[in-house]
Every structure is written in structure tokens, then in C-alpha cells.
């Protein structure tokens, strides 16, 4: 056994492995499941909630330097629980898991960090907001945050700056996953403004740009005859954003859903069959890198391409992520992110 997969085995129970991308469609037996009508309450809701089986804070920015170059930054912390019950030091069933990436036109830089729950080396504190696995770090008060992460070949430190609401996706935050009926709770700050370097091989980058954080917690997001997804967040010229995600079935059918979001932070959500994602050209390794993205309520017709095809993140749990370009009825940048692809 190789040691990426002795790690997998590590963060996922043993029955998970089969069931959905990093076993996400399994029974949750024991933990808390999000229900309809909820009620955030923030500070407390950027924290963690440890009586849910799995929960991330994910930031992704498109990035440009003085001279127009474009760059993609992710920073992700992945909480994800053993057991239901509650523990102290090593007996704390949650484990973390930290993706960062830097992506340009030819090279995409990822590094990965694992921690134990429990001993304080990762962990999510809510007021002050402080999320944290070894040296990387996102803290703030959600208006103004500061974000750090390094790898090998990279690293870098930001200044984060809200200019807008938090976005609720689905029913008021409750976001349905699946004919079936599984969700999640999900909202995100997709109206940051972000500056600061990057430090890449070929020296330090000022840049400037919008970054995009989701937050999302559940015990079962998939049903188990899902494999995964393909995740698009697209902020148009004109000001407006749009959410969407394909769930993938065993059987070629897809679930999908999308939260359209106003200049002014106004949101109108679709349920299933309102938008469509056709894949139109594969890399290599036959991952889709340019979509057909359609929400015909919005007059949206899009050409989503990812401005480097290999963006793929070598990690434990495998998939792809980077920014995109968008052509067509709108124009502007995003992210993609694809799961359920080997």
C-alpha cells in the first residue's frame, strides 16, 4: 500500500470508500443532518460544528499582476469527523485536511497539510474567526480577513475585504443535493476584494483581484449513487454572479442547482433542471476543461474555459481546481472545481 493511500484510509472510514467521491454519500448514523428552515447565527455559524460528519471553509481568487497576467489561489480547510461522540487529544475524532494552490497559465503549485483534531495543530475558532492548520491560516472577522499558506514552490499572504452580504444558496442556506433529499448547509462571501504576493519560483507577484469563500457543512451532502460534481462560480463584468453545481449519477443523469446573486447581493435560487453544464473539451486525462454553462431564466450562455487545463490537485482525495475564463451572453472569470474524475 503506497502512502497517499494509507493517508486516504486514515481521513475516511473503511465503509466509505466505495460509496461517492471520498465516500460522501454514506449513511451518517449518529450525526446531525441539516434540516429545512434553518436559522444561522453568526458569529457562531463561521465556526465549527463538530455533530456534523464533514464541513470545509473554501476560498478561491482570480488574481491579476500590474502588467494584466492572470493568477488562481485556493485555500481550503476540510473538517472531517470518525465518530459522532465527542473526545479530548488524540481520542478527538476529527481529522483536517488543508489544499492550497497557486495556478498561472502553465503551472498549477498545490500543497497539502494533515492534522489531528484535538492536540491544536488545526482547528476553527469563531469569535475571533480564526481557522488554522500549522502554519497556514485565515482569520479575521469576516469583513476583513488575512489569509497565509506555503508549499515548495509557493506561497502566499492576503488582505481580504468584504463588499457585500453573505449569500444564502438553496432555501434560505439549506441546499438540496439530490432527488433523494440529502443537503447541506451552504452560504458563501463571494464579494471579496483581495490583494497581496504571491512568492513563485520566478520571484514575488503583487496582485489584486476577487475572491470567492464557501462555506458548507453536512453528514451525508450525497446520495450513493452519486460520484461527484462539477462546481462553477462565475462573477460577470456587469457585477452579477452566478452559483452552480452537476451532481454526477451512477446511472448519467445529473442533479443540479444554482444561486443567481445581483450586483447588489440580491440572490434568486433554481432548483433542479434550471441550469445546464455540457462539457465541450477534455484534457489528457479526459477532464473536462471547457463547459457550455446555460441558466436561460438569466439569458446566461456561457463558454467557461479553464486557463490552464491541468489544474489538477494531486491530493489525498484527488480532483480538479482553477480559474476560468467565461465568454458569450456574459462575460467575465471564475472558478471550476470537478470531483468523481481519475
Known amino acids: 500500500m503506497n502512502v497517499k493511500a494509507l493517508t486516504l484510509l486514515c481521513w475516511l472510514p473503511m465503509s466509505a470508500l466505495a ?10 448514523d449518529g450525526f446531525s ?25 473554501y476560498l478561491t481568487a482570480n ?22 461522540e465527542a473526545g479530548d487529544g488524540w481520542t478527538a475524532p476529527q481529522l483536517w485536511m488543508g489544499h492550497a494552490a497557486v495556478t498561472t497559465s502553465t ?18 475558532k469563531a469569535d475571533p474567526f480564526d481557522a488554522w492548520i500549522d502554519d497556514w491560516s485565515l482569520s479575521g472577522d469576516w469583513n476583513t480577513l488575512r489569509m497565509t499558506a506555503s508549499g515548495s514552490e509557493f506561497a502566499y499572504d492576503m488582505d481580504l475585504t468584504a463588499q457585500g452580504p453573505l449569500i444564502f444558496h438553496g432555501a434560505e442556506g439549506y441546499s438540496v443535493k439530490s432527488a433523494a433529499g440529502q443537503a447541506s448547509y451552504y452560504y458563501s462571501q463571494p464579494l471579496f476584494e483581495i490583494a497581496g504576493t504571491l512568492r513563485l519560483p520566478e520571484g514575488d507577484v503583487a496582485v489584486t483581484g476577487n ?3 464557501d462555506r458548507e457543512w453536512s453528514s451525508q451532502p450525497l446520495a450513493d449513487n452519486q460520484t461527484g460534481w462539477d462546481w462553477f462560480s462565475l462573477s460577470f463584468d456587469d457585477g452579477d454572479k452566478l452559483m452552480g453545481f452537476r451532481l454526477q449519477q451512477t446511472d448519467g443523469a445529473h442533479f443540479t442547482s444554482a444561486t443567481w446573486i445581483d450586483a447588489d447581493g440580491t440572490t434568486t435560487p433554481f432548483s433542479d433542471g434550471a441550469l445546464t453544464a455540457i462539457p465541450l473539451a477534455t484534457n ?34 484527488p480532483y480538479w481546481e482553477g480559474p476560468v475564463t467565461v465568454t458569450g451572453t456574459h462575460t467575465g472569470v471564475g472558478y471550476l472545481e470537478m470531483t468523481g474524475y481519475e
Open 211 to 213: 475572491a470567492w469563500l
Open 19 to 28: 460509496q461517492g467521491f471520498a465516500g460522501l454519500g454514506t449513511q451518517a
Open 63 to 84: 488574481l491579476e499582476s500590474a502588467d494584466g497576467t492572470p493568477y488562481g489561489l485556493q485555500w481550503t480547510l476540510f473538517r472531517s469527523a470518525l465518530a459522532p
Open 33 to 57: 443532518v441539516p434540516q429545512p428552515n434553518p436559522t444561522f447565527s453568526f458569529p457562531a455559524d463561521h465556526g465549527a460544528h463538530n455533530d456534523y460528519r464533514i464541513e470545509w471553509w
Open 284 to 317: 489528457d486525462a479526459d477532464v473536462p476543461i471547457r463547459w457550455n454553462v446555460t441558466l436561460p431564466s438569466k439569458g446566461v450562455d456561457v463558454t467557461v474555459s479553464a486557463i490552464n487545463n491541468d489544474a489538477w490537485m494531486a491530493t489525498s482525495v
Open 107 to 124: 503551472d498549477h503549485y498545490v500543497s497539502e497539510r494533515l492534522a489531528r483534531g484535538g492536540i491544536g495543530q488545526a482547528g476553527v
